[in-house]
Every structure is written in C-alpha cells, then in structure tokens.
C-alpha cells in the first residue's frame, strides 16, 4: 500500500516548455487534490476532483489544467510554464470529509 | 469560508507540553475544526479534528471553547520530532475542499 505518490519529484524547466506532474493513489479515494507551496507560505489549493472525470477550480487555477481519466490518477498540466510557477507541488487523496492523505511534493524550478 | 488565526512561531522544551491556539470567530454550526501538520521537507499530515466536544488520539488533543469561537492542539510532550508547521482549518461534513493559511511554526529544543 504506496498510498500516494508524485511523479516526478524534482524537475527544471524553462519558461514557456509544458510539463504534466502526475499523483497516483491507492486507497481507492473518490477525492483528490493539487496545492503549492511557496517558500515561507501556507499550502493553496490549484484544482481538485470529487470523483473520476471531474474537475473544479481552487484558490489559484490560472496558467495549470488538470484532469481525472482513472479514478487514482490526477494530472496537473502547465501548458507554458512561468517562473511564478516554481514552487513545490503537492497532491492529495481523500474519501470527502475525512482526512486528506499527502504524497511527498514535487519540487518544480522555471528558469 | 470561514477564517482562522494562528500565531505564526512558537517554542518548546522537549518532553513539555504544547499548547498551540486557534482563534476561528466567524465559525459557522456546522463547520468541523482540523489540524494538520507539516515536518521540514515533507507534505502535511492530518492530527485531529473535532466539532464542539474535546478529542484525543494517539498524537494529540484538541480542546474546544464551549462557544467554539477558539480551540488549542495540545501536544503533551513535546519531541523533537514534533517540530512542524502546525495548521487550523475549518471545513463543513459537506466540504469538498479544506483551506491551508500559513500556519504556526513550533521550535522544540533539546
């Protein structure tokens, strides 16, 4: 039971190139998330998923697209990455109300 | 959605006890208060959560004001692996998503 996990844990990229960070889960969770993180900061919601093939906006969704084709499965996509974008991303998995289970972040740097 | 306040830095002595506050006014009947907490380098991890009676598992307590309008996570003795950013958050049984603020960030010193 891996629980969750992010692929890939670290990646550079140059502003304007295209990435997918991908969150698996094996808990058979219908809800999942994706948060960044910024240096000194609390964690802010980007998108999140209440069940395979939906999707809805957060805090702060603009300039990333995702999407939930299995249900262990959330994508996020940065189409043309920014340097505003470098940050630690964060995804999570949930039944609903009860608790959020955390994987261990991707580090993104955008040169 | 309903707002938290949180000191930003506290310190302890390992083996002490931890009282850490949250100060939630505009809580909502139906809102649930949940603490999460995130070691160096790591994603959060849920601790407890609770509605208006007191809860205690395995890693914490949690004591709730009788009007609700505040709450303290206490750690009873503090470790050194206790060391994190402690978050207070509010969410309805009905929530589809719970919101981080910054936190308080606790010290514990040998």
């Known amino acids: 039971n891996a629980g969750v996990t992010q692929t890939p844990k670290f990646r550079v990229l140059k502003t304007g190139q295209s990435m997918t960070l991908l969150c698996a889960q094996d808990?058979?969770?219908?809800?999942m998330y994706w948060y960044r993180q910024d240096p000194g900061m609390g964690l802010r919601l980007i998108h999140y998923?209440?069940?395979?093939?939906?999707?809805a906006k957060g805090e702060v969704p603009d300039g990333y697209n995702v999407s939930r084709l299995k249900k262990q499965n959330f994508l996020l996509g940065l189409e043309s990455a920014a340097p505003s974008q470098t940050s630690v991303y964060f995804c999570?998995?949930?039944?609903?109300?009860?608790?959020?289970?955390f994987g261990p972040g991707t580090r993104l740097l955008v040169l | 959605d309903a707002k938290t306040t949180q000191p930003n830095s506290m310190e302890s002595n390992e083996e002490e006890p931890v009282h850490l506050p949250c100060n939630h006014s505009?809580?909502?009947?139906?809102?649930?208060i949940h603490w999460y907490r995130q070691l160096p380098s790591q994603g959060p991890e849920y601790v407890i959560h609770?509605?208006?009676s007191n809860v205690n598992n395995r890693m914490a307590s949690l004591a709730i004001a009788e009007d609700r309008k505040s709450s303290t996570l206490i750690l009873h003795r503090a470790t050194l692996r206790d060391a994190a950013v402690y978050y207070c958050?509010?969410?309805?049984?009905?929530?589809?998503?719970?919101?981080f603020g910054t936190g308080t960030r606790l010290q514990v010193f040998p």
């Open positions: 958050i509010l969410g309805t049984y009905n929530t589809d998503k719970l919101i």
């Open positions: 808990m058979n969770h219908e809800y």
């Open positions: 998923s209440v069940g395979e093939g939906t999707t």
């Open positions: 999570a998995s949930s039944t609903g109300f009860e608790t959020q289970y």
């Open positions: 609770g509605l208006t």
């Open positions: 505009t809580i909502s009947g139906t809102d649930y």
